[in-house]
DNA sequence: TTCTGGGTTTAGACTTAATCCAGACTTTGT
DNA sequence: ACAAAGTCTGGATTAAGTCTAAACCCAGAA
């Protein structure tokens, strides 16, 4: 089962195993920005035996080989995201929860020129509260 | 002594005292971005006696009152900034180092009119490493 | 001056996220 | 089937942050 999934393990350079791939299912596979720990609660269902280590371990062999991106951005806590095409991050204040903002969305003038630095990556940090729909 | 400070304290709604008047005297003037532990040490020196839980305490109190704002973009701490104009950030990838980048160097579209989202404030987060001067 | 009460500070216990470690287990190649 | 390499586990450890109860300090009232 899941051979998609184990391929692209596997091109990534890991090894797949029965730990790596239910942790791949999930993380992978999510809309939400995963802590380690609610990874660690979630992978569980399907494997109980599960250790706390493993988690942490495979998430970081994960961000290393280029499968998520490590987050850093929430109220304390890392969080990991499997979209790895460059996007923004939408912050709720009430709730913190992160959502995804399309590049596309926002406009950022030439940072790569910043005299002094060279820019890896960069992206919009918003905060705020979300509009209800209005009728 | 320094009265400047004790009157920006209280017109902040912060009543002073010896241990505030610490904090503020470092980490209103700090040009870097120190997480609480990095307040609480050096702080001591001028004041062995100050306990984790008063820079807690105060920290808190001050972001609270609008003398500080919290970030958190570093890996994994929380920081505290003591500059309130909106600015962006740029984090060294060797170092963790965070450096502001005036808000003028970097032009962001409309980001008010995102649908769905009511935006309170946004930075640009960059990533990346220094350059280092070239003769 | 002494008393009193609110706000402030303290040390230490506690919580939670994250890391480390040594031994056990699995897989791979021969 | 075996050895070596790689992976996983539970438990101990570290570190950031929070909580709490008791002590402290000081301004105003008596």
Same mark, same amino acid.
């Given at each position: ?9 596997? =091109? ?10 239910? !942790?791949?299912?999930? !993380?992978?596979?999510? =809309? ?22 493993? !988690? ?80």
């Amino acid at each position: 089962m899941n051979l998609e999934l184990i391929e692209r393990l596997k =091109e990534a350079g890991v090894q797949p195993s029965a730990q790596r791939l239910a !942790v791949a299912e999930f !993380v992978l596979e999510t =809309e939400q920005h995963p802590s380690a720990d609610q990874v660690l609660e979630q992978v569980q269902n399907a494997l109980p035996m599960l250790s706390r280590a493993t !988690v942490y371990n495979t998430l970081h062999l994960f961000v290393e080989k280029g499968l998520l991106r490590q987050l850093v951005i929430s109220e304390g806590r890392v969080v990991f995201d499997p979209r790895l095409e460059p996007h923004h991050h939408f912050i709720d204040d009430e709730t913190g929860d992160i959502e995804d903002v399309p590049w596309s969305a926002v406009k950022v003038g030439d940072v790569t020129g910043l005299k002094g630095y060279e820019v890896r990556e960069y992206m919009v940090v918003m905060r705020g509260t979300k509009v209800k729909k209005r009728r």
